[in-house]
C-alpha cells in the first residue's frame, strides 16, 4: 500500500477512505453500490498495468480488482452471478406478493427498503438460472481481460469454461431450493435434512459455498442472507400465535439450510494443463479461487523476471487442488443427498399454512379534535391474503361517493387511513376499522370527539389547524366542566361455574350526559390483566350493555373479573369474582385437572413445560403427572413420559426442529388417571436465539449486503471447549444443563456431547451418543436419584471433536426445590352473609411460591371442598358461596413446582352472617307536632342497619338565631327505640334544628344531615298532621303494602281517614295520583296495579271534619318486581281437616323472626290463633275458623330486606276453607261424573259413572227403589278399577223398570253416592229413545240412509239435493219424486262415495214442492223425504237469495246518451232478492229521471240529465229475506267529472245524429226511361236546420237548367226533371244533402234506351237462344 501511496499518493488517500467506510456499508448495503460507482476505475487499473503495487500490498490489490469486477455491473444493473444466487433463495410468496410485506417492516427498515425496490426496477438482480451465471461470468472476464492483458487465451479459455460448468452446477442447487420454497415455507416440518427420525451429525467437513475463494475471503464471517420470518418487531422469547410459530420455523429452517447445505462448491486451478485436466475430471461443478487467477495472472504477466516466485506459487497450487479434490467428492455426495431428502419433503410442504388471518399491527387511536378540524385515523394490518378494509361510522359503511370531499379513505402498503374533512359535531361517533380475508374478520374501534366551543373565539385559528385556546377546561360537547357520570346496572355478581360450561357475565352500563354518537371503551380485566378476545373468551358491547362470554370454562378462567368504561378522562369499573369448580370424574376418586401448562423454556432439542397442581386430588395423593404433546396441525397425541413426575416441571424431548406443539397434563393417584389439563399455546422447538435474529430481520428479500474483510477463512478448524458449563435445573428426574459455545469454532454449526460420570471417578460416559445436542442446552433422564455426578460437554463439526469443557461441580440427584412450608395463623372473619374472609401468614422460605389453596368444611362433618381452584398469591381470600347461619372451618396450603405443602391448622369454627356495623344515618327528619315548649320530630329508618337490629336513636338540637346555628346539645340520655321522640322545655317561638343518630350492637353510627329549621310554636290548625313511619312491604311486580301511622297532631277532631298519593319516581310533582277517592280508616294500604321494574313514591295524608292534613314524607323510591326465590303465604288443610297458614324464608339471619299480624295488628296475644314457628319455616294455626277470623294476615320476617307475605280470608275463601276442612274430616270418593242414563246402539240402556279413583278393597252396591240388586238375565254389572268406571247394563227398558236407580260406593273410609231417577215423562221418553235405536238397528240391516235427505246451494248459486247412503250394494236402486211423481236422472248412480245428489238450476217458485228419495232392494228399502214448501221454501230462496247476492260484481259507472248508468252483474236474478238504491244515505225516489232495473243478470240504476246534484256514494243493497247485501260506489269528484263528460259526448252524438241531413226516400236505384220521355223525380229529406240541397252526375256537379230543372222547395221536397231524355242522360246521379250536423248522399242511375235498338237486341239473343238449343 506504501507503493501504492506513493505511487498515486491522491488516489491512494481516495481509496483509504473508501475503505474505512464498510460498516457504514453494512447499515446501509446500497450506498456502497452508489459509492463504487463514482470511482474511477482508470485509477484502478493504471497501477496494474503497469505492475507497480509490491508484494506487500497484494491482498489490497484482490481487494481491489474485487471490487473493480462488482462495481461496473452494479452500476449498469448488473450483479456478479455469486451474489445472484443469495437473491434465488427468495421464498415463492415474497417473489409474487411482495406487498404482503410491507407491514412487518419497521421504520429503519423502510429507507432501505425503498431504495431496494427502487434498484430492483433498474436492475436483473432477481434473474435466475444460467443467464445470470453466463452474464457474470462474461462479465467477470471482460473486466479481467481489460486488467490482465498479458494473460494467454488459452488459460482464459479454460477459466470461462470452468466458471460456466460452475455456473450449471450452482443453478440447480438454487432450482432445488426453489422447489422446495415453492411448496411453502410455513410448515413447521420444513427440513432440507431428515430430521424426523434422528439428529445425526453432518459429514465431517468444511462450509461449501457458492462464492469463489476469493468472494469467500471479502464476505464477513457471520454474513447471513435475510429469509422472511412473517413478523419486523423485535421480539424475544416465544411468540403468540400459531402463525408467528410456523414462520418463524419455516424461516429459520430456509436459512440454516441456505447456509449449511447448499453453498456452492469451490476449486482451485493447477498449474499446468494436466492438472488442470484431472481437476476438472474430480469435480465438474468447482470455481476457480480468486488467489488462484490472480496468481496466474501474475505469473504469466512477470514469467520471465519472476521464476523463483512461480515455483513457490505452483508448489501452494498443488497443495490446496488435493485439498479440493477432496472436498469435491464429499460436496458431490452431500448435494445429491439434499436433493433427494429435499423432494422427500415436498409432500410435507403446505402452501395453506401461509394464509393467516388479518392482525391489527397499528390500531387507530381515539381523538378529540375542535370543530372545523381535519382529524385523521391510521392503522395497519397484517393478513395474507390481503384483507380487504372497510371503515364505518356507528356501525354503518362509510360511503365516500354520498360525502364528497366529507371522508378520505386510503390504503397504501398496509397503511389504511380514514381523513375526516370539516369535523362537525355530527362526526362524533365510534368508528370501525374492519379488516376481512379467507381466514376471518377482525375490527378495531376508535372514538371521534369533536367539541363545540361556546365562548366568542377567533375562527381562523382552526381553519389554519392551530389552535392558542388553553385546553386546561374540562370540555366536553355539552360545554364547560362537563363530567360524565357512569353507573353499572344488573350487576353480574360472584359467579359459581363448572368445567366444560358457559357463562356470561354482563352489566348494564348508563352514561350521563349521553352522547348519541360517542361510544365508551369497554375493557375486561382478569386479576387485573387485560383481556383479549380468543377462542375461550368472547367479549361484546351492545351499546347499553356488556357482556364477557365463557365459550368453555377452564380453571384457568378463575379470578377476579373487572370491567372498566373509559369516556374520555373519566372512567369507572366494577369487579366480582368468578370460581370454577372441577368437573365431575369420570373414575370416582381420580383427580382434578392441573392447570396453567406454559412453555417456560424453548429450543430446538426440548421444550421445558410447567404447570400448576390442582387442588383436588380425588382422596388420595397424587401420585404424579404425565405429560402429552400434539404436533400442531394433528390430533394425535403422544405421552411424553413412562412414569409419572411428581415435580411440576418437565422437559419434553425427542421433538422435530422447528415444529410447533402443544401440550396438556394429567395428575394420577391411585384410584385412576384425571382429566386432562387445557392444552398450552403452541410453542415451536427452536432456539430463542434463533427466534430472536428471526424476529428482528427484515422480512424483506436479499438487499445485496456487501462487507468486506481481510480475514483469512477459517475453514476446519476443531471447536474449543464450551464456557461456562452450569446445572440450571435438577430435580429426581432430570438434571438440565446450560453452556455457552466455544469461541473459536468457525465459520460452520457445531453439535455437543454431553458425557457424565460419577462423583469422585473419572469414568466419562457419553450421554447423548445417538443424537447429537444442537442448542447450548440439555436435560438428562435416567440418572439414579440420590447418586451425585459431574458433567462436562465437547463441542463437534465436521473438523472433528474438540476438547472437553471444564465439568461442573458434584450434582446429587433429586429436587432442589423444596415443597413449602404449611401457612400459619388461619384467622377467618366475617363479610358478607354467603362469603367469609380469610387470612393468614405466609408460608417461611418459599422459593417460587405458586400460591396458596384454601378449603373451608363445615364445622363437625369432616369434608372438606376447595373454596379456590386456581391458586392465589397473598394472605387474604374471601371464600363464596358459603350457607348462610351454618359454622365453617378453613384451612390453607401452599403450592410450588415441588408440590403442595402440609395443611396448616384448622381455623376457628365462624358462622357465615353478615359483619356487624354501625348503621347508617336515619333521613328524612320532619315535625310531626308542635307545641309552645317541644316538638315531636319523626324521621326514617337507616338504610343500612349494619347487620344487626337497631337498638335506639339519640336525638341532638340547636337554636338558630338570625339564621345563625348555636351549639349542639343532646335531647335525650336514653336511647328512644320508635322513629318519632317529643323533645320538651323548648324554647316558644325559636327555631331550631335538629339531627338524629342511629344505634346497634356494633355501636352509634353516623348521625344524620341537618334538618330543616323548625319553629317551637302551638300549633293551632284545625286539619290533622302528617302520618310518619312510611313502610313499604310484600313488594312484588305488580303490588305492594304501604303501611304508615296515625299523625301526631290530630287537629281539632279526630282523624276520620286517610288519602294515599303515588307518583312514578321520575315524574314531576304534578303527576301525583290517589289511590282511593273514599277516605280508608286503615293504616295500610295494598297497591295494586303497578309496573314492573318501575319505580315509585307514595304519600299519605290524613283527614278529619276540618279537611285533609299535610302530606308525609316520601317513602321510597320502591321499584315494583318479584325478587327472585321470593315465596308466599300458603293455606293447608290436612287430614283431619285443620286450616293453618304457612310461609317459608331462604334468607333469615340468626336473629330473624317472624313476625304474623292480622290486619297489620300484632296477633301475639290472640286466643284464636296458635302459631309455632322451626328454623326457616312457620305455621300459624285456626282454632275454630269463623266468621270473627275474615281478614288480612301477614307475616315478617325481622332483620331482612323486607321480606314478608300477607294472604286474604274474605266470606268466600272461608267458606272454601271450611268446605275443605269438613272434607278432609269426613272424606268421600272422589266422583268424575255422576250417574248416568244412555241409549246404546241396538237399544241397550246402561247405567254408569266415574270415579277419580277406586282401590282394589273398592265395593259398589247397585239399588233399585231402594232394593238391592244383582246380577242376573236382566242385569249385568262391571267395575273398572283402573278408570273409575262403574257399570249396569240392561236390555230393554218395560214399563215395570220406572224408578230410582242408585250406586252405593266404599272405598275404605270414604264412601259416595250417586242417584239417578226414571219416572214419568223421564222414563216415557227414555223407553222410546230404546225403542227407536232398536228400531235404527234393524233398519241399517239393509240398506239405509247414513245421512237424511238435505238440501245445499252451490257457489253457481243452484240448488244441490244430496244424501248419504249405506250398506249398499249393485243391485242397490234409488229413485227420487217430486210430489209423489218420480223424477227421470240422467245418470245413474254408482254409489262409490255414499253420496246421491239432485240438481236443480236456478231455483224458483216453480221448484217448490215435496221431494222424496227411495233406496231398495232384495234385503230391504229405507226412504227420506224433504219438504220444500212454505217455510222451507223461503229458507231454501233466502239462501239462493244470498248466494246471488254474494255473487254480485262491484259497482260500475257507464256514461249513456240518457245521462249516467249505475250497475253491477250477478249469477242470474230472482224476484225474491230485492233490489233497493240509496243515494248519501238516503232511499232514492223513482222517477222518470231516475229508474232501476234489471236486463238479464244486470241491475242497473239510471240518471238521466245528471246534475251536480247526483254526485255522491250510491249504495246498491241486495236483500235476500234476512240480510241486506250491499255494494257502493262513489260518483263525486274525478269519477263524476269523467262520467259526466262522457255523458256530454254521447248527447251530442245522440242529438247530431238526431238533426243531421238526411234523404228520408222517394229516389229509386235504378231509372231505365225510354228515349224521348220525360223523367220526374220527388225525394223527401229532413234536417234540423233544414238541409242544403245538391246534384251530382257522375260525381260532378249538376247545375239546374231547362233540359234538367232541379228543385227543393219547403225545405223537405226535392224535385229532378228532366224533359225529353236522351242517351246523353244516361250515367249515375247523386242527391246530396247537408247541414251542420252532417250530409248524406243518395245515389241513383237513370238508364235511356231507343226502343228499336232494344227489339234488335232481342233478335239477337232469340238467335243466339235457338243455336244453343240444337
Not at 281478614?1191 to 272461608?1214: F, H, K, P
Not at 214448501?1429 to 255473487?1447: G, N, P, R, W, Y
Request: neutral net charge.
Amino acid at each position: 500500500m506504501t507503493e501504492f501511496h506513493s505511487c498515486c499518493p491522491g488516489w491512494s488517500a481516495m481509496v483509504q477512505s473508501r475503505l474505512t467506510t464498510t460498516s457504514a456499508w453494512v447499515d446501509s448495503p446500497f450506498s456502497c453500490l452508489s459509492v463504487l460507482s463514482s470511482w474511477d476505475y482508470s485509477l484502478f487499473l493504471q497501477p496494474l498495468k503497469t505492475g507497480s503495487i509490491s508484494s506487500q500490498s497484494k491482498r489490497q490489490t484482490r481487494l481491489l480488482s474485487r471490487v473493480t469486477r462488482i462495481a461496473p455491473s452494479a452500476a449498469k444493473g448488473r450483479w456478479p452471478g455469486s451474489f445472484k444466487g443469495y437473491t434465488m433463495s427468495l421464498p415463492f410468496y415474497q417473489r409474487s406478493h411482495q406487498h404482503y410485506d410491507f407491514s412487518y417492516r419497521n421504520k429503519d427498515l423502510r429507507t432501505t427498503v425503498s431504495h431496494y425496490q427502487h434498484e430492483k426496477k433498474r436492475s436483473a438482480i432477481y434473474t435466475q438460472g444460467s443467464t445470470a451465471y453466463s452474464s457474470r461470468s462474461s462479465a467477470a472476464h471482460r473486466q479481467e481481460a481489460e486488467a490482465f492483458r498479458q494473460a494467454s487465451a488459452a488459460s482464459f479459455q479454460q477459466q470461462a469454461s470452468q466458471y460456466a460448468l460452475s455456473s450449471d452446477v450452482s443453478r440447480k442447487a438454487a432450482s432445488a431450493f426453489d422447489y422446495g420454497s415453492s411448496h411453502g415455507l410455513t410448515d413447521s416440518s420444513l427440513l432440507l435434512d431428515d430430521y424426523s427420525s434422528k439428529l445425526s451429525p453432518k459429514p465431517k467437513r468444511a462450509k461449501h459455498s457458492l462464492l469463489s475463494g476469493e468472494e469467500k475471503e471479502n464476505l464477513p464471517s457471520d454474513y447471513m442472507v435475510p429469509i422472511f420470518s412473517g413478523r419486523q418487531k423485535h421480539v424475544s422469547g416465544i411468540t403468540d400465535t400459531e402463525e408467528e410459530r410456523i414462520k418463524e420455523a419455516a424461516a429459520y429452517i430456509a436459512q440454516r439450510n441456505l447456509l449449511a447445505t447448499e453453498e456452492g462448491i469451490t476449486t482451485s486451478k493447477q498449474s499446468t494443463a494436466s492438472k488442470q485436466s484431472t481437476a476438472s475430471k474430480q469435480s465438474m461443478t468447482s470455481k476457480q479461487s480468486t488467489a488462484s487467477r490472480q496468481s496466474m495472472a501474475s505469473k504469466q504477466s512477470v514469467v520471465s523476471k519472476q521464476a523463483t516466485s512461480t515455483l513457490q506459487q505452483e508448489e501452494t497450487f498443488e497443495k490446496k487442488s488435493r485439498k479440493v479434490a477432496i472436498r469435491e467428492k464429499a460436496e458431490r455426495l452431500s448435494l445429491r443427498k439434499t436433493l433427494e431428502e429435499t423432494e422427500a419433503y415436498h409432500a410435507k410442504l403446505n402452501e395453506d399454512h401461509l394464509l393467516h388471518a388479518p392482525e391489527f399491527i397499528i390500531k387507530p387511536r381515539s381523538h378529540t379534535v375542535w370543530e372545523k378540524e381535519n382529524v385523521k385515523l391510521h392503522c395497519s394490518i397484517a393478513g395474507w391474503p390481503e384483507p380487504r378494509v372497510t371503515w364505518y361510522k356507528n356501525q354503518v359503511p362509510i360511503n365516500v361517493h354520498a360525502n364528497p370531499g366529507k371522508y378520505i379513505i386510503e390504503s397504501r402498503y398496509g397503511m389504511h387511513t380514514l381523513e375526516i374533512n370539516a369535523c362537525d359535531f355530527e362526526d362524533t361517533a365510534q368508528y370501525r376499522a374492519s379488516a376481512m380475508n379467507v381466514k376471518g374478520e377482525l375490527s378495531a374501534y376508535a372514538s371521534v370527539v369533536v367539541k363545540r366551543y361556546k365562548g366568542e373565539f377567533d375562527e381562523t385559528r382552526f381553519h389554519a389547524g392551530v389552535s392558542t385556546m388553553p385546553l386546561s377546561f374540562a370540555v366536553t360537547p355539552y360545554g364547560y366542566a362537563s363530567k360524565f357520570e357512569i353507573h353499572f346496572d344488573d350487576k353480574f355478581d360472584v359467579s359459581f361455574g363448572r368445567e366444560g360450561e358457559t357463562m356470561s357475565l354482563g352489566c348494564r352500563v348508563v352514561i350521563t350526559p349521553e352522547i348519541k354518537h360517542f361510544q365508551p371503551e369497554i375493557q375486561w380485566y382478569r386479576n387485573g390483566v387485560p383481556l383479549s378476545p380468543s377462542k375461550w373468551v368472547q367479549t361484546l358491547w351492545s351499546g347499553e350493555r356488556a357482556t364477557l362470554t365463557f365459550s368453555h370454562l377452564n380453571k384457568e378462567d378463575e379470578g377476579l373479573y373487572t370491567i372498566r368504561v373509559r369516556m374520555g378522562e373519566y372512567y369507572e369499573q366494577y369487579s366480582a369474582y368468578v370460581f370454577v369448580r372441577d368437573a365431575d370424574a369420570e373414575i370416582e376418586g381420580a383427580p382434578a385437572a392441573p392447570l396453567d401448562v406454559k412453555c417456560l423454556e424453548a429450543n430446538k432439542d426440548y421444550i421445558i413445560i410447567s404447570w400448576k397442581q390442582p387442588a383436588v386430588d380425588g382422596g388420595s395423593p397424587i401420585l404424579g403427572y404425565f405429560i402429552d404433546k400434539c404436533e400442531v396441525g394433528t390430533d394425535n397425541w403422544s405421552q411424553c413420559n413412562d412414569t409419572p413426575v411428581k415435580f411440576a416441571r418437565f422437559p419434553v424431548t425427542g421433538l422435530i426442529e422447528g415444529r410447533s406443539y402443544i401440550f396438556r397434563v394429567r395428575a394420577v393417584n391411585k384410584t385412576g388417571i384425571g382429566f386432562p389439563s387445557r392444552v398450552s399455546e403452541p410453542v415451536a422447538a427452536l432456539d430463542p436465539a434463533e427466534k430472536a435474529r428471526l424476529k428482528s430481520r427484515p422480512s424483506a428479500p436479499w438487499t445485496g449486503q456487501i462487507i468486506v474483510t481481510e480475514e483469512e477463512p477459517s475453514e476446519g478448524i476443531v471447536p474449543g471447549p464450551p464456557t461456562d458449563l452450569s446445572v440450571t435445573e435438577a430435580t429426581r428426574s432430570y438434571v438440565v444443563l446450560s453452556w455457552k459455545p466455544p469461541r473459536q469454532r468457525g465459520h460452520e454449526g457445531i453439535m455437543y456431547f454431553v458425557e457424565k460420570c460419577e462423583a469422585g471417578t473419572e469414568n466419562w460416559q457419553r450421554v447423548n451418543t445417538e443424537l447429537p445436542v444442537k442448542s447450548p442446552r440439555f436435560a438428562l433422564f435416567d440418572l439414579a436419584e440420590g447418586k451425585s455426578y459431574c458433567f462436562r460437554v465437547r463441542c463437534s463439526n465436521s473438523a472433528g471433536v474438540g476438547e472437553p469443557s471444564d465439568a461442573t461441580e458434584v450434582t446429587v440427584v433429586g429436587d432442589k426445590l423444596d415443597i413449602p412450608k404449611a401457612p400459619g395463623k388461619i384467622i377467618p372473619s366475617r363479610n358478607t352473609d354467603t362469603s367469609v374472609v380469610v387470612s393468614w401468614e405466609e408460608s417461611t422460605d418459599a422459593k417460587e411460591l405458586v400460591g396458596y389453596y384454601i378449603e373451608a368444611s363445615v364445622a363437625g362433618s369432616g369434608k372438606w371442598e376447595p373454596c379456590n381452584n386456581n391458586p392465589v398469591k397473598g394472605s387474604r381470600f374471601t371464600c363464596h358461596g358459603l350457607v348462610t347461619g351454618q359454622s365453617y372451618i378453613f384451612r390453607v396450603r401452599a403450592v410450588n413446582a415441588a408440590g403442595l405443602s402440609e395443611y396448616s391448622q384448622d381455623s376457628e369454627a365462624i358462622e357465615v352472617k353478615a359483619a356487624i356495623a354501625p348503621p347508617s344515618p336515619p333521613h328524612d327528619i320532619t315535625c310531626l307536632e308542635s307545641f309552645r315548649d317541644s316538638m315531636v320530630l319523626g324521621w326514617k329508618q337507616p338504610d343500612k342497619i349494619g347487620g344487626a337490629e337497631i337498638t335506639g336513636y339519640y336525638v341532638n338540637y340547636r337554636e338558630v338565631i338570625d339564621g345563625v346555628p348555636g351549639k349542639w346539645r343532646e335531647a335525650n340520655v336514653k336511647a328512644v327505640s320508635e322513629e318519632a321522640y317529643k323533645i320538651s322545655n323548648l324554647k316558644e317561638n325559636m327555631v331550631y334544628q335538629f339531627q338524629v343518630a342511629a344505634m346497634n350492637m356494633a355501636g352509634l353510627g353516623a348521625p344524620s344531615a341537618v334538618s330543616e329549621c323548625f319553629k317551637c310554636e302551638e300549633w293551632t290548625i284545625a286539619v290533622p298532621g302528617p302520618p310518619h313511619s312510611l313502610k313499604c312491604s310484600e313488594v312484588r311486580k305488580d303490588s305492594l303494602v304501604l303501611q304508615w301511622k296515625p299523625p301526631v297532631h290530630s287537629g281539632r277532631t279526630p282523624v276520620t281517614g286517610y288519602f294515599v298519593d303515588l307518583k312514578e319516581a321520575k315524574a314531576k310533582e304534578d303527576q301525583w295520583r290517589g289511590l282511593n277517592e273514599a277516605a280508608i280508616k286503615n293504616v295500610y294500604l295494598k297497591v295494586r296495579g303497578l309496573k314492573e321494574g318501575v319505580s315509585y313514591v307514595f304519600r299519605v295524608r290524613a283527614i278529619n271534619q276540618a279537611g285533609v292534613g299535610k302530606p308525609s314524607d316520601l317513602a321510597g323510591p320502591v321499584v315494583a318486581e318479584t325478587r327472585p326465590g321470593t315465596k308466599e303465604v300458603v293455606v293447608n288443610v290436612d287430614d283431619d281437616g285443620v286450616i293453618s297458614l304457612n310461609f317459608e324464608c331462604d334468607q333469615m339471619t340468626p336473629k330473624s323472626e317472624f313476625t304474623w299480624s292480622k290486619d297489620y295488628v300484632s296477633t301475639e296475644d290472640s286466643p284464636r290463633l296458635e302459631v309455632e314457628s322451626k328454623g326457616n319455616k312457620t305455621k300459624m294455626t285456626f282454632k275454630d275458623l269463623g266468621m270473627d277470623d275474615l281478614g288480612l294476615y301477614s307475616c315478617d320476617v325481622t332483620d331482612t330486606d323486607g321480606i314478608a307475605s300477607s294472604y286474604l280470608i274474605d266470606e268466600e275463601e272461608l267458606k272454601r276453607l271450611l268446605a275443605l276442612s269438613h272434607e278432609h274430616k269426613f272424606p268421600t270418593v272422589p266422583v268424575k261424573s255422576e250417574l248416568a242414563v244412555e241409549i246404546l246402539e241396538k237399544g241397550q240402556v246402561r247405567f254408569w259413572m266415574q270415579a277419580e279413583k277406586l282401590s282394589g278393597n273398592a265395593k259398589v252396591n247397585y239399588i233399585f227403589n231402594e232394593k238391592e240388586i244383582f246380577e242376573g238375565p236382566k242385569y249385568k254389572m262391571h267395575i273398572d278399577r283402573n278408570t273409575g268406571i262403574i257399570e249396569m247394563f240392561m236390555e230393554k227398558l218395560q214399563d215395570e223398570d220406572e224408578g230410582t236407580y242408585t250406586f252405593q260406593l266404599q272405598d275404605g273410609k270414604a264412601t259416595n253416592h250417586s242417584t239417578v231417577v226414571l219416572i214419568g215423562d223421564v222414563f216415557k221418553k227414555l223407553q222410546k229413545e230404546a225403542e227407536f235405536q232398536r228400531q235404527e238397528w234393524i233398519r241399517k240391516q239393509g240398506p239405509h240412509f247414513a245421512e237424511y235427505l238435505s238440501w245445499e246451494v252451490t257457489g253457481e248459486c243452484n240448488v244441490l239435493l244430496k244424501c248419504k247412503v249405506a250398506n249398499i250394494k249393485k243391485e242397490t236402486h234409488i229413485v227420487w219424486y217430486k210430489d209423489e211423481r218420480e223424477i227421470s236422472v240422467d245418470e245413474k248412480h254408482d254409489f262409490k262415495d255414499g253420496i246421491c245428489t239432485l240438481l236443480i238450476t236456478e231455483f224458483s217458485k216453480k221448484d217448490a214442492g215435496i221431494y222424496e228419495v227411495i233406496l231398495k232392494d232384495d234385503r230391504g228399502k229405507d226412504k227420506s223425504r224433504l219438504k220444500l214448501v212454505d217455510e222451507a221454501f223461503k229458507e231454501l230462496m233466502t239462501e239462493v237469495c244470498k248466494k246471488i247476492a254474494l255473487s254480485a260484481t262491484d259497482l260500475k259507472i257507464q256514461s249513456t246518451a240518457e245521462g249516467i248508468r249505475l250497475y253491477s252483474f250477478v249469477t242470474y236474478y230472482v224476484e225474491d232478492l230485492k233490489v233497493n238504491w240509496s243515494h248519501n244515505g238516503a232511499a232514492i225516489r223513482y222517477s222518470d229521471r231516475v229508474k232501476t232495473g234489471v236486463t238479464g243478470e244486470q241491475i242497473w240504476l239510471q240518471i238521466n240529465e245528471p246534475t251536480p246534484n247526483d254526485k255522491g256514494k250510491y249504495v246498491m243493497e241486495l236483500f235476500d229475506g234476512k240480510t241486506g247485501h250491499q255494494k257502493t260506489v262513489d260518483l263525486s269528484g274525478q269519477a263524476y267529472e269523467e262520467a259526466y263528460a262522457e255523458f256530454q259526448r254521447l248527447k251530442q252524438a245522440a242529438i247530431a245524429e238526431k238533426n243531421r241531413a238526411r234523404v228520408l226516400g222517394g229516389l229509386p236505384d235504378v231509372v231505365t226511361i225510354q228515349e224521348g220521355k220525360a223523367l220526374n223525380l220527388t225525394c223527401n229529406v229532413w234536417g234540423d236546420p233544414p238541409p242544403e240541397v245538391s246534384w251530382l252526375k257522375n260525381e260532378k256537379a249538376l247545375a239546374s237548367d231547362d233540359h234538367c230543372n232541379l228543385k227543393f222547395e219547403a225545405g223537405k221536397t226535392a224535385y229532378f226533371t228532366i224533359n225529353g231524355v236522351s242517351t246523353a242522360d244516361s250515367g249515375k246521379y247523386g242527391l246530396v244533402v247537408k247541414n251542420k250536423y252532417g250530409s248524406e248522399t243518395s245515389d241513383f242511375t237513370v238508364s235511356v234506351f231507343i226502343p228499336e235498338e232494344e227489339a234488335r237486341m232481342a233478335a239477337l239473343e232469340a238467335q243466339k237462344g235457338g243455336k244453343k238449343a240444337k
